[in-house]
Antibody, heavy 122, light 109 residues
């Protein structure tokens, strides 16, 4: 059974870079047909898609975050990572990693990690 | 518009049927997927594609789509179905982008 687990700093100062890692267990991150995603949820608000990376390394980002986001994959460690630069209080959120699958006209996220709260504060 | 619009809140009497909707131009081209989120927990996939349920999701959950509207129907709502529900779809721009609806808070009375 595939499991994802986020880790990283829970407190980041304004203007600095947020860094998170998602460890994948129970399956290979190099499996074809999947991409690996980051999604966030500010306290009390809805879900916001951040971006995803294919095992090939191709990346796609939310246009509203694109200038600050980098998603990368480390196949040797079976994990992928998120970096978000120049953070502000508006980036305070629970950050989730998830596996994304796409077939034809359908895509879905499953499973999800448990999420990790990142607070931006001095 | 590339947005996905959901009603902020819906209520249903215990044991009755409720439909949660998601509207957006992208739904004319792509199916929605639906996620259930309970307080303090990660979202869980409940419906994807035309009407597919992952293993472990009760068959009282079903999905449908017509025009620019996708629907999640719960037939015989249970107390444990009280949660936030989010729809998701690819963006219709063809740029490999994803989008979530704003979410619907379901209250089971």
């Amino acid at each position: 059974q595939l499991q994802l687990q986020e880790s990283g700093s829970g407190l980041v100062k304004p203007s600095q870079t947020l860094s998170l890692t998602c460890a994948v267990s129970g399956g290979s991150i190099s499996s074809g047909g999947y991409s690996w995603s980051w999604i966030r949820q500010p306290p009390g608000k809805g879900l916001e898609w951040i971006g995803y990376i294919y095992h090939s390394g191709s990346t796609y980002y939310n246009p509203s975050l694109k200038s600050r986001v980098t998603i990368s994959v480390d196949r040797s460690k079976n994990q992928f990572s998120l970096k978000l630069s120049s953070v502000t209080a508006a980036d305070t959120a629970v950050y989730y990693c998830a596996r994304r699958r796409i077939t034809g006209t359908t895509n879905w996220f499953d499973p999800w990690g448990q999420g990790t709260l990142v607070t931006v504060s001095s | 518009s590339s947005e996905l619009t959901q009603d902020p809140a819906v209520s249903v009497a215990l044991g009755q049927t409720v439909r949660i909707t998601c509207q957006g131009d992208s739904l004319r081209s792509y199916y929605a997927s639906w996620y259930q989120q309970k307080p303090g927990q990660a979202p869980v996939l409940v419906i994807y594609g035309k009407n597919n349920r992952p293993s472990g999701i009760p068959d009282r959950f079903s999905g449908s789509s017509s025009g620019n509207t996708a629907s999640l129907t719960i037939t015989g709502a249970q107390a444990e179905d009280e949660a936030d529900y989010y729809c998701n779809s690819r963006d219709s721009s063809g740029n490999h982008l994803d989008r979530f609806g704003g979410g619907t808070k379901l209250t089971v009375l």
